[in-house]
């Protein structure tokens, strides 16, 4: 079996090679090469991107055995020249091998086995056998790989017969249906040794750091977020920006944030509360007025109310006077809304007559005696809409 470019060298950032294929999958075209530094997606870990004789390489799958780079656009004739996208790849290497690290520190020092890998754009995951995981031991879990990735352990790959496997003591992934010959191993020394066709750091120091951003339960195990290497540092920073924003909107250091916001949540809640309880005796002052005038259909329009407050007046004015009828409007423009009040005592079938005010005011709305009220788009329309309702009172 070959041994590609990325699983020769994972240092490795550029080549010179041929393109040996062309073709189309999906409407989207593809170009196979003799050799490749691309990683093609796969084992949990994203495609490489990068260029082909300046040609953007956009995605890069592995289809029976051969590798596919899909492009941005045509290339040049003749040989090719491959380059990395290095900060992507070296961003997947060290979240690569961070998980490798995680896994073998999780079984080996707690018995905890790794089920799942997923490599995100901004935080990886793994699943692991356990209903679930405390704070404490995610802080012992993460002490643990730190001194692991201090250490500085070599991470060396080499390859074995598959008849080997057992001897040597792999904790193997499962293996594709039907795999024969040669295996690919990846070893962190002296921790752990494992089947793995990805791509790695060269040591555990490497890895930089990983930082571990808690758990969440879920069938058959707990899910464990963690990010590695500079990810660790541009997740720092994206916090420090929002802690500094935080700091200046609230005038606080940051150990007084979630003290003060709960504190700004709960007036606001008592606030609302509060406006609810005034808005409510607004709309039976309001309705107290609206009782007193002597027209055959009340109405009245507020520009800058909501329907709850339309229907906190119609409440009160059935109170009052429950056989009259009333179209009580808000908002302006094409931003409005209407409530029609009739009582089944009003003489009004709402049924019939609701669906026909809609229509004026260009609205969309429905309901049952007592009330039918909607949205409305034409609300400047509402003098068309009363006298149409006093006519059916004058037929
Ligand atoms: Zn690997």
Known sequence: MKHLAYQRDAYLNDLDTEVVETGADGGRRFVVTSDTVFYPEGGGQPADHGTMSGVEVVDVQKTDGIIRHFLGGELPPGPVHQILNWGRR????????????????????????????????????????????????LRRLEDAVAEEILTARPVTIRHAGIDEMEALGVRSRLLPEGHGGEIRLVEIEGLDLNTCGGT???????????????????????????????????RLAGHEARNLRLRSLLDAADDDLPKLVELRLAREKSLARERRQILAELARAEAERLAATDETVISAHWDDRDLPFLQEIGKALLERTPERIALLTVGSGIDGAFLLVASETSGLDLGSVGPKICTILDGRGGGRAPFFQGKATAIGKRGNAVERLVGEFSD
Not at 126 to 137: A, F, T
Not at 206 to 233: Q, Y
């Open 90 to 137: 070296f961003d997947h290497m060290q979240q690569h091998t961070g998980q490798h690290l995680l896994t073998a520190v999780a079984l080996g020092r707690f018995g905890w086995a790794t089920t799942a890998f997923h490599m995100g754009p901004s935080v990886c995951d793994i699943e692991l056998d356990v209903p679930s995981l405390s704070g404490g031991e």
């Open 200 to 234: 790695h750091v060269r040591s555990t120091a490497e890895i930089g750091t990983l930082a571990l951003l808690g758990s969440e339960t879920m069938r058959g195990g707990a899910r464990l977020f963690f990010v590695a290497g500079d990810r660790v540092r541009r």
